[in-house]
């Protein structure tokens, strides 16, 4: 009788971990490019000019800001919050377009960064690159959001 209760328990224990084991496979599946960190499937291309918000979180640029992007330079910028107000004020020129984040992120990659990553959309926009050049050092860490993009006639 006791052996047969040891084996009810452990058949029972098999199925729970079966089951969490299927269900944590299921999470993971449904994982969009976004936010698994892998690599585009598509190839997006930067236009010469289009609209994006970037989200910024570095020791130079910090905040959210609507990037206007004309003949693959940066034409316009809005502070959508505080910092990021005086940062447009004090600093106009530091905001970058999405393809200077992209060659920051190759830099990055080839000068063996101790974090280069970025998470991509399916066409295989960026949007998120996140960078830590030595992570000993204080300070040297960016993460950089991109969002609500649309390209807009030249």
Do not use: H
């Not at 291309?45 to 206007?68: D, K």
């Not at 004020?89 to 992209?102: C, K, S, Y």
């Amino acid at each position: 009788m006791t052996a047969g209760r040891f084996r009810a328990r452990c058949a029972a224990t098999a199925a729970l971990l079966g089951a969490l084991m299927g269900a944590t496979a299921a999470c993971g599946s449904s994982q969009s490019a976004e936010s698994a960190g892998i690599e585009p499937t598509g190839t997006w291309e930067e236009p010469a000019s289009y609209v994006y918000t970037l989200t910024s979180s570095t020791q130079v640029l910090a905040g959210t800001f609507r990037v206007e992007v004309r003949n693959s330079k940066v034409t316009k910028v809005i502070g959508l919050d505080e910092d990021s107000r005086r940062q447009v004020r004090d600093l106009p020129n530091e905001v970058p377009t999405i393809g200077q984040l992209l060659k920051t992120l190759d830099r990055a990659r080839s000068e063996d960064a101790d974090e280069a990553e970025a998470d991509y959309a399916a066409d295989g926009l960026p949007v998120r690159i996140s960078l830590d050049w030595d992570k000993n050092s204080i300070d040297d860490e960016a993460l950089y959001t991109i969002s609500s993009y649309e390209p807009t006639p030249g």
